[in-house]
Structures are given as C-alpha cells and as structure tokens.
C-alpha cells in the first residue's frame, strides 16, 4: 500500500491550494485518514482528519473555517481544500492513514505516512 500527495506549491499569502493524497494497492481498507503538517524546526502536527464513510472531521483551531477535509471513497483519495493561506503555515504536509490490511485469511491494522508535499506561502 502506497500514499502519494501532490497539489503543494509556492503561493502568495491569501491563495488557495489543494492537497491529494491517493492511497493505492490491494487488500485494504481504510479506517481513517487526516493531514499532518510540520514545519522547519518544529514537530509535526495535526491539520485534520476524517473517518472512513468522510461523516465524521476534525481540524486544529488554527485552520477551521479555512481548510477542508474531504474524501472520494471510490478513488481511495483524500483532499484537503486550504484557503487564506498563511505564510506561518510554510510546512511539509504529510497525508496519514490508519489502513487494515488483508493478507490470507489475516488482517492488520497499519498506520502509513506520504512522503509529504512542500507548501510555501510568501508574503
């Protein structure tokens, strides 16, 4: 099971982005999924998440309002809509997802990490 994002960039403060993040193999299924972000010098934290069937979201008080988590549970694919960026929010933004794992007649719970996507805001 692989997780790829995309949609990072340079953007001016105030743009728009849109991050991917597609989960792609065999076997699995997901339990949920969120975006982390981390930035130079500081530990990563959590932007938002959201649950498998996409009722349920979660976002950190810095981005609620501003951000938008979301799923096509068909293309096993999350989103994340952000809006009124910041340059504060610079960071490397990580898709992550809690997975369960079909092998034989077993299954496993996983947790999986993109390799991240580079947004820069400027000011």
């Known amino acids: 099971v692989q997780l790829v994002e995309s949609g990072g960039g340079l953007v001016q403060a105030g743009d728009s982005l849109r991050l991917s993040c597609a989960a792609s193999g065999s076997g699995f299924s997901i339990n949920e999924m969120g975006w982390y972000r981390q930035a130079q010098g500081k530990q990563r934290e959590l932007v938002a998440d959201i649950t498998s069937g996409g009722a349920v979201t979660n976002y950190a008080d810095s981005v609620k309002g501003r951000f938008t988590i979301s799923k096509d549970n068909g293309k096993n694919t999350m989103y994340l809509q952000m809006n009124s960026l910041k340059p504060a929010e610079t960071a490397v933004y990580y898709c992550?997802?809690?997975?369960?794992?079909?092998?034989?007649?077993?299954?496993?719970?996983?947790?999986?990490w993109g390799q991240g996507t580079q947004v820069t805001v400027s000011s």
């Open positions: 992550h997802a809690d997975l369960t794992v079909q092998t034989g007649p077993y299954r496993y719970d996983y947790v999986y």
